[in-house]
Structures are given as C-alpha cells and as structure tokens.
C-alpha cells in the first residue's frame, strides 16, 4: 500500500514528499518533533506529547504551524490513510523555508511534516532476554530539554551502539553519571529494590513515557528516586531498564557486556512495563500476540 504523508497542508505521497533545501530545518537544525505510539489505535500519552512539543516549540521561540486540536485530528488521518494500528507519528516543525541566515526570518511559516509508519514496538526476544546497552560520553549540547531535530550525537551513538551488537547507548557526563540513551531514558533498581532515574532538567530529555512510568511506580508504592546514577553504580544495579514511547519499558540486561543482576530480565521492569500499558489501556502488543498464540 502506498504511504501518505502529511506536508504543510497537503497529504502527498510519501515517496514524493518533500521540503524546500533552504528550509531551516535542514540549514540549521531549527525545528522540534515529537513521535506517538499508536497501540491498537490509541495514541498513546497524547495530551503529554502535544504538551512537550508546545514547550520545545515555545523554547525556541517557534509558532505553532496550526492549533493542536488540528494537529490531533492531521495526526490521526495520517494514521488513518497509512492503515496504522500499531505504529509511530512522527511530527516534525521547523522554522520554515527562508533565505539562508543564522537570524530568525521576519515573518517565519513554520514547516509541519506528519508521517506514520507501522511497528512491531520491540521483539518478543527483547523482552525474554533484555537488550544490552554500551556506555559513551555525553557530547550533546546544554539544551537537552528540548526535543530538537538536531540529533548528530545520537546517530553517532546508536551507530556505535550497532557496530558493538547493542540496543542502546547510553550517554555519559564527565562526572561519570548516565544523562540518558540516544533514544531513551535510562534507569536503574538497586539492590535495596529502589527505582532510580536521573531528576528532569536541561542535562535530559523529560521523557513523556517516563513521566508516566513515575506516575505508575508512585500509584504502586513502589520504591523511586530521581536522581542521577554512575555507571559504576548501573554495573552493581540489581535491574536495568529503558524507557521510550517507541519501546515502552524494556529490559537491560548488558551493560557494556556486563550482565545486570543475574542477567536475566527482573521483576519490577516487567510490573512497569504492565503498568505503563495500563496506563496507556491496551493490551501488550509484543506480549499479547504470543499469549493468543499460545
Ligand atoms: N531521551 C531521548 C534523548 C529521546 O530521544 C527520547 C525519545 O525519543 C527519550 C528520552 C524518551 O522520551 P519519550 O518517552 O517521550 O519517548
């Protein structure tokens, strides 16, 4: 079936999309995107989505290309005209299409992109076995908080993390603490049983999924600190866990090819996984189909 994407007010097949070269997002990095998982056509943590994206676009001084109850309903036509159920929508806003300088156009006509493309979420092996994370420094820029399109480092990361036979990278400060994955947040359990991932500020991303996953661990009693983790200390955790709306909450069970705990996946990523999908109201889309199979 041939995909449709959404492109400054027209849906346009996807092959054929595009914008100009001299839009700023690609002369500049000067945009902001936001991705939605749909679980069995629910966009999950919509209203958080749409909110960070407000803030990043506010951050940098951005208009929003339309009223986000409009973008709500391009989001889900997009969905719609690809036959997504289960998949991702990318939203991505520059600062428009303008002659060629560092300062901000007069009059800027923001660019809105929509694509939506199905997805397996994760495989079923990741969940059973964990994924494994390498470590790398932290090279990004001091505005982490805002979801920008400029992503070099994290293609250098994920590219790395590749070459190594990982799932993730997980970035580094120069004072030893993880910051986040590439694509993720990162968290650790303790050995006491303690839930921890680093406090929301400009050295990470607030993860909309991890928002909800503190919401879910504080409803749940369960045990939680924000607050940053050395890899020293992710080596001596008793879990490990990454959280994204592409993945949800998985496993880590490898940190730069050290096992995690006993190397298997534990039991307070699975409760959270559990919960998040509760939370969102739809079944696993990993997990669900084995059981059916079964
Ligand atoms: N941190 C970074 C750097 C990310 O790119 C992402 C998602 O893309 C996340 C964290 C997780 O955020 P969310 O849960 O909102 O997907």
Redesign the pocket.
Known sequence: MPRTAYVNGRYVAHGGAHVHIEDRGFQFADGVYE?VSVVDGVFADEDG?LA?LSRSLNELDLPWPMHPMSLRFVMREVARRNRVRNGLVYVQITRGEAPRDFRFPADPVPTLVVTCRSTKFSAPQQLEKGVSVITIPDIRWAR?DI?SVALLP?VLGKQRAAEAGAFEAWQVDPDGTVT??????AWIVTQEGVLVTRAASTR??N????LSLLAEAEAAGIPFEERAFTVEEAYAAREALI????TFCVPVTRIDGKPVGDGVPGPLGRRLRQAYLAHVGVADPVIAPMVTKL
Do not use: D, Y
Request: charged fraction near 25%; proline fraction near 0%; glycine fraction near 10%.
């Open positions: 991705v989505h960070r982490r979801k994290q986040e994955g590439c694509s993720s947040n990470i991303l993860g909309i999924t991890r959280s994204s709306a592409s």
